[in-house]
């Protein structure tokens, strides 16, 4: 009963101060062990905790028996911000306003212009961003001593890869789809279908997917009798919110 009563009052404090949860998110009240009467609080989206507010003295107690005015620190996990308050409804406004800000589609202001040479390639990624070259040799092989393989990245992390290499294999168009599903088995063309899409005046074939239920991959093949040509992305979990606008911008500008 008191724990009932304890939740009604949390939830109650919540809708009064006008801070209502962003779509998909929802927080969690626990009790203090050492500062009596105060609660931490954790917000949660996809089965995540992504923020948390806790007083001071909440779980520990200072060495001193000193009693220093209670303060309310708000941590915003996905973007490693942190901030100090003086009361909890204003630690818990700037946490539902950094969940607002970073879980919306990003709108790139500034891009920057890349002409490479080995793959053959040009287009615009978003400042910030940076790529690299390499040779690859699991989509077909690569007889040359050139690089074939440009990446995209953003913190690290592998976003865009873009594959432009010559068909010595002599591979049709549905030999390399083939091909590049056998080494992923996530792609199913049955229960998603190729379309055209044109990209720097070539057509090609496009589908996406789910991998592992977390990722959302698509991919582009283009195959003729001197080149074949791969585009894939992934985006992971928040990614999957953020950056899809942006990566189709990218890739709607490619030229050959």
């Not at 001593?145 to 290499?165: A, C, F, G, M, Y």
Request: some cysteine; proline content about 5%.
């Amino acid at each position: 009963m008191k724990n009932a009563i304890l939740f009604l009052f949390m939830t109650f404090s919540l809708i009064s101060s006008g801070q209502n949860l962003p779509a998909g998110a929802t927080k969690t009240a626990y009790p203090c062990t050492l500062a009596k009467g105060l609660s931490s609080y954790s917000f949660i989206k996809n089965n995540e905790v992504i923020a948390m507010v806790e007083p001071s003295g909440c779980n520990y107690s200072n060495s001193d028996d000193s009693k220093p005015k209670t303060t309310y620190q708000a941590d915003f996990f996905p973007s490693s911000a942190k901030k100090s308050f003086a009361t909890n409804d204003e630690a818990t406004a700037w946490i539902l306003a950094e969940i607002e800000k970073y879980y919306k589609p990003i709108q790139v202001s500034k891009w920057q212009k890349l002409d490479n040479t080995t793959p053959k390639v040009s287009l615009s990624y978003p400042d910030g961003w940076s790529f690299k070259t390499k040779k690859q040799d699991w989509i077909t092989k690569n007889n040359t001593t050139s690089n074939d393989r440009l990446v995209l990245t953003l913190k690290d992390s592998e976003i865009i890869q873009i594959i432009r290499t010559p068909n010595s294999d002599k591979l049709t168009l549905k030999q390399f789809m083939d091909n590049t599903s056998r080494w992923n088995p996530a792609i199913d063309f049955k229960a998603n279908p190729a379309t055209d899409q044109v990209i720097g005046g070539k057509t090609f074939k496009t589908m996406e997917h789910t991998f592992a239920m977390m990722m959302l991959q698509r991919h582009y093949w283009y195959a003729d009798d001197k080149e074949i040509i791969y585009i894939g992305y992934g985006l992971l979990k928040d990614d999957r919110i953020r950056y899809p606008g942006v990566v189709s911008e990218i890739i709607k500008g490619i030229k050959w």
